[in-house]
Antibody
Framework: EVQLLESGGGLVQPGGSLRLSCAASGLTFSSYPMTWVRQAPEKGLEWVST????????NYADSVRGRFTISRDNSKNTVYLQMNSLRAEDTAVYYC??????????????WGQGALVTVSS | DIQMTQSPSSVSASVGDRVTITCRAS??????LAWYQQKPGKAPKFLIY???SLQSGVPSRFSGSGSGTDFTLTISGLQPEDFATYYC?????????FGQGTKVEIK
């Protein structure tokens, strides 16, 4: 059974940094792209960033490009999200998710439980 | 980015009812559409992909249809565990976007 477990969330001041981790089990981790999706309080889902299985290709939402960095360590079955220059509007629950490829489309088939990031002074 | 618009934003229904949620894309996305269910305080759950393919373990009362820009999620015979918020998501590009969500509430 695929399991994803996020950690590293917490309270940080505006302008500060935080690194989220997502430890995966129950899958051949390096075979799958991984992604981060966030959800602000009482709001909908927003895709944040994705990394391919080898870690050689990444992409980002415009709202975080230049401030957030996604990476992965396939030896540790873990994907990371380094968040710098945090803003109040980055306050959200951050979910990591595994990508599922089917007929030229990528979908998010397994999700972690989420990590709450609060940006406030 | 492709914008996804769901309607209605919320719907009140009773157990046993048939519920239909609509999702419209701002441009054609062929059949690259998924649906997710989210309950309060929980992660989203993957329900349907490629418009109409049910993820393993998802009850057959859930169904999806559509193509191009207009899509629907139908729940036939609403069950108590189906009261939740539902999101559509386009998978046409590597810049995934979601609808704003439709909350299915108990009447």
């Amino acid at each position: 059974e695929v399991q994803l477990l996020e950690s590293g969330g917490g309270l940080v001041q505006p302008g500060g940094s935080l690194r989220l981790s997502c430890a995966a089990s129950g899958l051949t981790f390096s075979s799958y792209p991984m992604t981060w999706v966030r959800q602000a309080p009482e709001k909908g889902l927003e895709w944040v960033s994705t990394i391919n299985g080898a870690g050689s290709s990444t992409n980002y939402a415009d709202s975080v490009r230049g401030r957030f960095t996604i990476s992965r360590d396939n030896s540790k079955n873990t994907v990371y999200l380094q968040m710098n220059s945090l803003r109040a509007e980055d306050t959200a629950v951050y979910y990591c998710a595994k990508l599922y490829y089917y007929a030229s489309g990528y979908y998010f088939d397994y999700w972690g439980q989420g990590a709450l990031v609060t940006v406030s002074s | 980015d492709i914008q996804m618009t769901q309607s209605p934003s919320s719907v009140s229904a009773s157990v046993g009812d048939r519920v239909t949620i609509t999702c419209r894309a701002s441009q054609g996305i062929s059949s690259w559409l998924a649906w997710y269910q989210q309950k309060p305080g929980k992660a989203p759950k993957f329900l349907i992909y490629a418009v109409s393919s049910l993820q393993s373990g998802v009850p057959s009362r859930f169904s999806g249809s559509g193509s191009g820009t207009d899509f629907t999620l139908t729940i036939s015979g609403l069950q108590p565990e189906d009261f939740a918020t539902y999101y559509c998501q386009q998978a046409n590009t590597f810049r995934w976007t979601f609808g704003q969500g439709t909350k299915v509430e108990i009447k």
